[in-house]
């Protein structure tokens, strides 16, 4: 696997993170995060099972700074070097970027996820200012929402979540604008 291009915003710096687009040398870390059930509480499915599942969710991430010229970051603190977690922007078939942060335990809390959620949109408002940004989470995910609200994003959506085990689960979009219906549409019946 290549690293990203050097015209692509694969390194940057916020105060106190370093961020690093994806790369196959991170799926240690990813896997032990992603399989972390602390980190799943509120989409208990979503939690990989196997280190082959993160190295092929990293590849495709990878892949995207390729492609895209953006993507999701591996986050690690400046002072220290530790390992925070993985977030940036991603492009999703719906046409829009897809905001995600994910931290491990010990780091939530301390407003790393909305330096990192900032951090995107500055990338994406730089690099595909055209493309809205948009926050796919579940409504119980109230630190999700906060953290998105935080960065500037706000709900346009709420409804059923396709596609999840509990039928009970309610979906909400949160975006930095407007979003025609097609988009909705595509985003939310993925």
């Given at each position: 696997?290549?690293?990203?291009?050097?015209?692509?915003?694969?390194?940057?710096?916020?105060?106190?993170?370093?961020?690093?687009?994806?790369?196959?040398d991170?799926?240690?870390?990813?896997?032990?995060?992603?399989?972390?059930?602390?980190?799943?509480?509120?989409?208990?499915?979503?939690?990989?099972?196997?280190?082959?599942?993160?190295?092929?969710?990293?590849?495709?991430?990878?892949?995207?700074?390729?492609?895209?010229?953006?993507?999701?970051?591996?986050?690690?603190?400046?002072?220290?070097?530790?390992?925070?977690?993985?977030?940036?922007?991603?492009?999703?078939?719906?046409?829009?970027?897809?905001?995600?942060?994910?931290?491990?335990?010990?780091?939530?809390?301390?407003?790393?996820?909305?330096?990192?959620?900032?951090?995107?949109?500055?990338?994406?408002?730089?690099?595909?200012p055209?493309?809205?940004?948009?926050?796919?989470?579940?409504?119980?995910?109230?630190?999700?929402?906060?953290?998105?609200?935080?960065?500037?994003?706000?709900?346009?959506?709420?409804?059923?979540d396709?596609?999840?085990?509990?039928?009970?689960?309610?979906?909400?979009v949160?975006?930095?604008r407007?979003?025609?219906?097609?988009?909705?549409?595509?985003?939310?019946?993925?």
């Open positions: 696997m290549n690293r990203p291009s050097a015209t692509a915003p694969a390194h940057t710096d916020t105060d106190r993170l370093r961020l690093t687009a994806v790369h196959a991170d799926v240690d870390e990813l896997h032990a995060l992603h399989a972390d059930e602390r980190v799943w509480t509120h989409f208990p499915s979503g939690r990989h099972t196997s280190r082959e599942q993160t190295a092929r969710q990293a590849a495709d991430f990878a892949a995207d700074w390729l492609r895209d010229g953006l993507g999701y970051w591996t986050a690690r603190r400046r002072d220290d070097g530790a390992f925070v977690g993985i977030g940036g922007v991603r492009l999703r078939p719906a046409g829009v970027l897809n905001l995600y942060y994910r931290l491990v335990p010990e780091q939530q809390g301390h407003g790393f996820a909305a330096e990192l959620g900032r951090a995107a949109l500055a990338a994406a408002a730089q690099h595909l055209d493309v809205p940004v948009t926050a796919f989470l579940l409504e119980h995910n109230t630190a999700s929402r906060a953290t998105a609200e935080k960065v500037g994003l706000r709900l346009v959506w709420r409804g059923p396709a596609g999840n085990p509990d039928p009970h689960a309610v979906r909400l949160l975006a930095d407007e979003l025609s219906d097609t988009v909705l549409g595509r985003l939310v019946e993925a």
